[in-house]
């Protein structure tokens, strides 16, 4: 058997009622405790929700992550990366 290991079905009358399905889980390492978590529900043919408001985000959230831009130095490299 094939096909795609994530589906999604969205209700845009509301976002939050939208659920999905995905194997083997939302991460790629397998050292990870979300590596495999979501195999049961894909073996069961059942679906997980997903959330679009801010508030059931954060209802589910275990970590967040912030990005900063660099304070370092600026490249004097010209160009797209790659261009040399």
């Known amino acids: 058997m094939s096909g795609g290991s ?4 969205v209700d845009t009358e509301d976002w939050d009622r939208s659920v999905g399905l ?3 889980g939302q991460s790629g390492d397998v050292n990870n405790p ?8 894909w073996a069961r043919g059942k679906y997980f929700p997903i959330f679009y408001s801010r508030t059931k985000i ?13 304070t370092g130095a600026i ?5 797209p ?4």
């Not at 994530?6 to 079905?9: S, V």
């Not at 979300?34 to 529900?41: G, M, N, T």
């Open 6 to 9: 994530f589906k999604i079905i």
């Open 22 to 24: 995905n194997s083997p």
């Open 34 to 41: 979300h590596y495999r978590d979501l195999y049961e529900l």
């Open 58 to 70: 954060e209802s589910v959230t275990e970590k967040t992550f912030e990005l900063k831009p660099s």
């Open 75 to 79: 490249s004097s490299r010209s160009g």
């Open 81 to 84: 990366p790659g261009s040399r």
